[in-house]
């Protein structure tokens, strides 16, 4: 029996996850539920799916989890805080964790889970741009696996078997759906709102992340995972706009051969290939026909004038160093800004380009070191978010 740590429970991967779990009660458990704030809807994962430990990150509502698991009448142990779910992802309470909290601070338990060599199945991008080298040393040093479940990557796993021997890649291409606004130009994303941009055309998703697909960020965040994931150099990686989302990766072979991954866009798929592995287990997802989904197929270079995240993210990937580190974070600060409706939705490029111009990089040599870059980052960007004169008049466009 494979016991599981479900790290962000109650965000929409979460729901994937347990849904999975749900299907295979003979071969998975949910052993671990943990969510950010949200002590209400834990409550509610627990009286259905009983894990033995559930943590709530936000050491507040620890007595509001502790009193409710007694009510219900479960025996599950309440925690709470990071320390607690670090000790809990590295603990004999799981052998498989899924990560899945949104943003830098799910790096922590990351880290935690590979080096007790769990498998980890990854989907909190943050942790492999903010501290990608760290992370696939700890997995080294821990002999954990890690299993991406973003699609785009999962689908690179699938297309290699699993195998870590990738000297035969030539390239890797991800695909982008475009997100909610493909096709528009510069100036018809100017009056652009939040509800618009958390409406995805394909994918079910949380708010920041939906936002990430609208500007494109969120497949560059991909491309420096796939740079850390599978050893390949920014120059061997590109990103093409693929509408109807079912391609999800194309592996480029040196001996000519191109392997594609395809499948409809459900999370499912990725997460029943991580918790199964290396066997194939029932994810609830319908198999895919090319004919009812319309029979083609299209493909399209991103614009780069209208999205320019992705440019700065493969900017950063270059540079190395903290860099990555603090377009994660001026993309946190600015995307948080944008959804409260403090700043519009083309200042999210022009606050993480302003941060990366201003905010001094270094090498990436310690935690200590990435943590310190995405604390002055956000400081910047927050400064910048507060004062949005100067950096609107220097990034402005025609």
């Known amino acids: 029996m494979r016991q599981v740590a479900v790290l962000g429970a109650t965000g929409s991967i979460g729901a994937s996850a347990l849904d999975v779990i749900a299907r295979h009660p003979d071969r998975l458990q949910a052993s671990v539920l943990a969510a950010g704030s949200q002590v209400d809807a834990l409550l509610a994962l627990c009286r259905t799916y009983r894990p033995a430990h559930a943590v ?13 698991l007694r009510e219900a009448g479960l025996s599950t142990q309440a ?8 000790m809990l992802a590295a603990s004999d309470a799981c052998d498989t964790v899924i990560a899945a909290i949104v943003g830098a601070a799910g790096l922590s338990s990351t880290l935690a889970a590979a080096r007790a060599g769990k498998r980890l199945l990854l989907a909190n991008k943050e942790s492999l741009v903010l501290a990608g080298e760290l992370l696939m040393a700890a997995a080294r040093e821990g002999n954990a696996t890690i299993i991406p479940i973003d699609s785009e990557h999962n689908a690179i796993f699938q297309c290699l078997a699993g195998c870590s021997d990738t000297t035969s890649l030539s390239r890797i291409t991800l695909t982008a759906s475009g997100g909610p606004f493909l096709g528009r130009n510069r100036d018809e994303l100017a009056q652009v709102t939040p509800a618009q941009a958390v ?50 990766s194309i592996v480029d072979f040196t001996d000519g051969s191109s392997l594609a991954q395809l499948g409809l866009p459900d999370m499912r798929t990725a997460l029943a290939v991580g918790l199964g592995w290396p066997q194939r287990i029932e994810s609830g997802v319908s198999s895919l026909d090319l004919l009812t989904e ?8 991103p614009d780069l004038e209208a999205f320019p995240c992705l440019a700065l993210a493969f900017r950063a990937l270059q540079a190395g160093g903290t860099a990555p580190a603090v377009l994660n974070a001026a993309n946190e600060e600015a995307v948080s800004a944008f959804l409260q409706g403090r700043i519009g939705f083309l200042s999210i490029p022009d606050t993480v380009t302003a941060t990366l111009d201003t905010v001094p990089m270094q090498l990436a040599d310690s935690l200590d070191t990435l943590l310190a870059a995405d604390a002055r980052a956000r400081t910047q960007a927050r400064a910048l978010i507060d004062n949005p004169t100067t950096t609107q008049r220097k990034y402005a466009r025609a």
């Open 79 to 86: 925690h709470a805080g990071t320390q607690a779910l670090d």
């Open 294 to 301: 319309g029979g083609r197929l299209d493909f399209e270079a």
């Open 199 to 248: 409406v995805h055309p394909k994918w079910s998703m949380g708010p920041k992340i939906s936002v990430d697909s609208a500007t494109l960020m969120n497949k560059g965040l991909e491309v420096i995972e796939a740079h850390h994931l599978f050893g390949v150099p920014g120059q061997r990686i590109r990103v093409l706009v693929h509408p109807q989302s079912l391609v999800h």
């Open 56 to 68: 709530i990150a936000d050491e507040a509502l620890y007595a509001t989890l502790r009193d409710g």
